[in-house]
């Protein structure tokens, strides 16, 4: 079996990542993803599937009350969601049924959590509304952000750029206005998102921090808001192209 290095590791990282994985995150990631490549057999798709087990377990946890239980599955759910990638590209087991496993396990632990809080900790005359409402404006963000990405390599291979397409690279397609600001090139450095408080950073604060110091109702609300406006955001792809 091959042996792989720290740095290998650390170049399986997409470039673009939230801030919670790089200056948190990676050092759980890293060894563990690591300890997987250089001494188990473990698929990435066991990984994912271990991801689902533990979101899945995550909401039924919180559908009972036991919001410390329901918080650690959920911090563990996106561990294994972290690794599953990161271990595909290093040990080249990376296939498309994999990514789009990925995603719609990403979907599903999304809608479990949310079902298993709304549940238990949201007032009863409107559970189900805001409830449907988070699932709603995630799944509508998601699709239309994979719409965007379907058009620019579209785009691409219309104007027969192929070496661009095969370039291409969801985490890396948008251009910033920051890219030749100090700013910019640090984020490049450290391989961050422009924002720190990206989609991740919401989700950890909704589904970790929000329970358990009993402010569920209130961070719902305001990530329904934050989800909105982002669905918002990505028409401004549409209005200014071509």
């Not at 995150?25 to 690591?34: G, H, R």
């Not at 561990?79 to 599953?84: F, L, T």
């Amino acid at each position: 079996m091959s042996k792989y290095s720290w740095s290998e590791v650390r170049a399986c990282f997409h470039g673009n990542e939230p801030w919670f994985n790089v200056f948190i995150l990676k050092y759980l990631t890293m060894p563990l993803t690591l300890f997987l490549a250089n001494y188990t057999r473990v698929s990435p798709n066991f990984v994912t599937m271990l991801s689902l087990g533990l979101g899945i377990s995550s909401g039924y946890f919180y559908s009972q009350g036991h919001l410390s239980e329901g918080a650690l599955a959920y911090f563990f759910s996106y561990i294994c969601d972290a690794i599953d990638g990161k271990l595909a590209r290093l040990t080249k087991r990376y296939t498309f049924y994999g990514s789009w496993f990925d995603i719609v396990v990403d979907r599903i632990v999304f809608c479990s959590v949310c079902l298993g809080l709304g549940y238990s900790q949201l007032p009863a005359d409107y559970s189900l509304v805001l409830t449907g409402l988070l699932i709603f404006t995630f799944m509508l963000g998601f699709e239309s952000r994979y719409n965007i990405q379907t058009h620019e390599i579209q785009v691409l291979l219309r104007q027969n750029d192929l070496d661009a397409a095969m370039r291409w690279h969801p985490v890396k397609a948008t251009t910033s206005s920051n890219e030749k600001s100090a700013y910019g090139a640090w984020l490049e450095r450290k391989g961050l998102v422009s924002s720190p408080f990206s989609l991740v950073e919401m989700l950890v604060f909704l589904f970790i921090i929000a329970p358990l110091i009993g402010m569920y109702t209130e961070v719902a609300v305001i990530s329904f808001i934050i989800l909105s406006v982002r669905i918002l955001v990505q028409q401004k792809y549409w209005l200014f192209t071509r």
